[in-house]
């Protein structure tokens, strides 16, 4: 069974910096596409970036320059380091991976639990 797990959250005042990591666990082939959300209470799950299986990233507008995404395959984890971090930050971090099991050829889409980033000013 695929289980995504988050870690890293927490609470920091505003112009310092997290590190989120989500690590995949269970009978994975590959995994195709990581990707980071995050949610307010009240608002939709927002994208906030993602890298594929050959390294190329991309960013919400907002967080480019401060935010920077990047993964291991070996590890079957994905990384968020935040720098910067503004009040608008704060939410609930969510990773989500596009991947693909032995033996089947569908890709599977699996979400983390989230993970809190609570940024006072």
């Known amino acids: 069974q695929v289980q995504l797990v988050e870690s890293g959250g927490g609470s920091v005042h505003a112009g310092e910096s997290l590190r989120l990591t989500c690590v995949a666990s269970g009978d994975i082939w590959r995994i195709n596409n990581w990707a980071w959300y995050r949610q307010v209470p009240g608002k939709d799950r927002e994208w906030v970036a993602s890298i594929t299986h050959a390294d190329s990233a991309s960013y919400l507008d907002s967080v480019k320059g401060r935010f920077t995404i990047t993964s291991d395959s070996a590890k079957k984890t994905v990384y968020l380091q935040m720098n910067n971090l503004q009040s608008e930050d704060t939410a609930v971090y969510y990773c989500?991976?596009?991947?693909?099991?032995?033996?089947?050829?569908?890709?599977?889409?699996?979400w983390g639990q989230g993970t809190q980033v609570t940024v006072s000013s």
């Open positions: 989500k991976a596009h991947l693909a099991l032995p033996r089947d050829w569908r890709e599977y889409i699996h």
